[in-house]
C-alpha cells in the first residue's frame, strides 16, 4: 500500500479517508487549520499522519478535497511542491443556486486546475458524483474518471479499486466537463426526483 495525502478536512475529505485508511493506505490529512486536520486524523486508523500546509505531500498521490473556488488559491500555495504529483481533483462546479456551472464557457474545474498546475503533474477528475455520506457507508460503487495521461489514470483506477469501488474511464479530462454536469444532475436527482440524497450513480453491464 502507498501514502496518499488529501488537501483538505471537509466532509467529502473525510469520507474518502476513511475508506482509504480502511483499505491499508497511508493518510496524510493537510488542512490550512492544522486543528481540523489533527481532527480528522484522530478518527482513522493508526498510521495517520498530518502534514503542513504548502509544503510538498508525502503522497505521490495528491487529493484536492476543497471547494472549487478555493482549489485556485490552494493550488497558488503549493506552487511547485506538487511536481509530479497525481493530483485527483473531487471538485464540483455548481453554482449557488444550483442553476449551472461556474467553471468557464468549454471548460471545467478539472481543467482550470490542470491549468494551473505544474506542467509535471498530473490532473484525474474523479469521486465527484459521490455523495461524501455514501462513501462513508461502504459497500461498492462506480467512481467514474477523466483525465489525458494514462500512468496517472492507470494509477488512480488501482487506487479507487483498493477502496472497494468500481473505477470506470470516461476518456481524456474534457470529460470533466461531462461528470461535473453528471455532480449537478446527481444534486437535482437528490433534491427532486428521488427525495433523498442516500442515491448513487451504478451502471449496468450486462
Known amino acids: 500500500m502507498s501514502t496518499i495525502s488529501i488537501i483538505g478536512s471537509g466532509g467529502m475529505a473525510a469520507a474518502i479517508a476513511g475508506r482509504t485508511a480502511n483499505a491499508g493506505h497511508t493518510v496524510e490529512v493537510i488542512s490550512r487549520d492544522p486543528a481540523k486536520a489533527q481532527t480528522l486524523v484522530d478518527k482513522l486508523a493508526a498510521g495517520a499522519t498530518t502534514g503542513t500546509y504548502g509544503a510538498a505531500p508525502a503522497g505521490d498521490i495528491v487529493i484536492l478535497a476543497v471547494p472549487y473556488t478555493g482549489a485556485a488559491s490552494v493550488l497558488a500555495d503549493y506552487g511547485n511542491a506538487l511536481d509530479g504529483k497525481v493530483i485527483i481533483d473531487i471538485t464540483n462546479t455548481a453554482s449557488p443556486d444550483l442553476t449551472g456551472l461556474v467553471s468557464p464557457a468549454g471548460s471545467s474545474g478539472a481543467q482550470e486546475i490542470a491549468r494551473i498546475a505544474p506542467a509535471s503533474a498530473h490532473v484525474v477528475k474523479a469521486f465527484n458524483t459521490l455523495f461524501g455520506h455514501v462513501l462513508a457507508k461502504g459497500g461498492l460503487l462506480d467512481a467514474f474518471i477523466a483525465a489525458d495521461d494514462p500512468e496517472a489514470k492507470a494509477r488512480v483506477s488501482t487506487f479507487i479499486k483498493s477502496l472497494g469501488l468500481r473505477p470506470l474511464d ?19 436527482l437528490a433534491k427532486n426526483g428521488a427525495g433523498t440524497w442516500n442515491i448513487a450513480l451504478n451502471v449496468d453491464i450486462g
Open 170 to 188: 470516461v476518456g481524456g479530462l474534457h470529460m470533466a466537463q461531462t461528470l461535473e454536469a453528471l455532480g449537478l444532475m446527481m444534486i437535482g
